[in-house]
């Protein structure tokens, strides 16, 4: 007495080969962390720096401020200065530190070539850096 079927369908057959979708879904995603966090890893050179008093840090950079006036005189950290006597105080500070900044803080009414004057002043004495210092516009009032 069997109680199965008489008729047996055969039943489907074990999987022999490995399934390589998860395989490669995990490989990619690996080799996307690894490209990422390359870079982070070379970078992280561990170094230590020997250590002397002499060698300090810089504060800040240092500035020179220069005003032009309405009449086109020149005026340095708040006393007036000829041409000629400018030159040599921005020669100074370059030699001092080459990396000086010059503050020109010019009237509106200025013309342009004495503007570029002084400017081609404190280049000619070795300083680059000029910033142009001026008073931001005022809100305008809500109606």
């Known amino acids: 007495m069997s109680f199965g079927r008489l008729e047996r369908t055969p039943s489907a ?3 022999s080969d490995i399934n390589m979708t998860p395989l490669i879904d995990v490989m990619l995603v ?3 962390i690894f490209i990422i966090t390359a870079p982070l890893m070379v970078s992280a050179v561990k170094v230590d720096l020997p250590q002397t008093e002499g060698a300090q840090a810089a504060d800040a950079p240092q500035s020179v401020a220069l005003a032009l006036d309405k009449s086109g005189q020149v ?3 708040d006393q007036p ?4 006597a400018l030159a040599q105080e921005l020669k100074q500070a370059a030699t001092r ?3 000086t900044e010059v503050q020109l803080r010019a ?4 013309p342009y070539g004495r503007v570029v004057e002084v400017m081609g002043l404190a280049h000619t004495a070795g ?3 000029i910033g142009f210092v001026a ?3 005022p809100p305008a009032a809500a109606p």
């Open 13 to 15: 057959q074990p999987m």
């Open 30 to 32: 690996l080799l996307v």
């Open 75 to 77: 005026y340095l950290a």
């Open 81 to 84: 200065i000829a041409l000629p």
């Open 97 to 99: 530190n080459p990396l």
């Open 107 to 110: 009237d509106a009414t200025v």
């Open 127 to 129: 300083l680059s850096r």
């Open 135 to 137: 008073n931001p516009e």
